[in-house]
C-alpha cells in the first residue's frame, strides 16, 4: 500500500493505493499541483483567486480560468435536482466549494487511472472516491468524537457526509437564509457511475433538507443510499443502506465528517 497526504484547500486529501506501479509516484506529484492549481482558482478565502475576484466584480467571467464557468454551470445542474436547496452563492456569497472538493477528489482520481492503477482511495477532507475494492469506510459519527456511526463498505464507492462535528451549523437552507436544523450529520454513498463531486453536493444539499425530506429526496434517486444521524444521535437510512454494510471489521480508511 502505498499512501500519500497533501494539506490543501483548508483540510487533508489522503491517498491510499493498493497496485502502486512505476508511474504512480509521478502521478501523486501531478496531483498535488492539480490540487494546488485548483484551490489557487477557486477558494473563496483567497483574495486573489479567481473566484474572490469575480464575487467582487473585479473580473468578469470570460476573464477568469475557463474552468469557473463549467463548475459554475454543474452548480446549478445540482440546484435544479434538488429543488434548489444547493447553490453557489451560501450566505449570498459566490462559494462553489460545496462542487469543488469532490471535483477535486475526482481529479486526482482521475490522473491515477491515467497512471495504471485500479485499486485506490482517495479522501477530500471526508469525500471519499474509491476504485476497485472491497473497500471499507469508516462514517464518523457527529456527537461522539473517535466514534463511528456505521462501516460502509463496497467497490467503487463515492460517500460524502455534510454536518455539524467539525464546523458547527455552517449549512444554510437557501430558501430561507438560516442554518440548516434537524441533522447533525446526513452521509450519501452515490449511485454507481455518478462521482463524489455530485454525490458531495447533494449531500450538502439533503442536509440542508432536513430528515424527512432529505431521506425521501435521496430514496427517490436510483442507486443513492443515505445515513441521517439526529442531534440525539438516533440514527435513520433509506431502504437500501443495509447492502453497503459489510460483515462486522476494522474499516480499512476513516471517513470525517465534512468540514
Known sequence: MLRHAEPVMGTVFSIAVR???PGTREALRRIA????????VFSPYRPE????????GELALAGCDPEV???LDACREVAAETDGYFTERPGGRLDPSGWVKGWAVEEAARLLRAAGARQF???????VQTCGGPWRIGVAHPGRP???????????LAIATSGTAERGAHVLDPHTGRPAEGLASLTLVGAPGTGIARTDAWATAAFAMGPDRALAWAARRPGVEALAVLPDGTKRWTPGLPGHLPPAGPADWQLATAR
Not at 483567486?49 to 467582487?56: G, H, T, Y
Not at 473517535?146 to 467497490?155: E, N, T
Open 19 to 21: 497496485d502502486p506501479g
Open 33 to 40: 499541483d492539480r490540487l494546488h492549481r485548483i484551490d489557487a
Open 49 to 56: 483567486s479567481d473566484i474572490s475576484r469575480l464575487d467582487r
Open 69 to 71: 464557468g463549467t463548475v
Open 121 to 127: 482511495c482517495v479522501n477530500g477532507g471526508g469525500d
Open 146 to 156: 473517535g466514534a463511528l456511526a456505521a462501516v460502509l463498505g463496497g467497490s467503487d
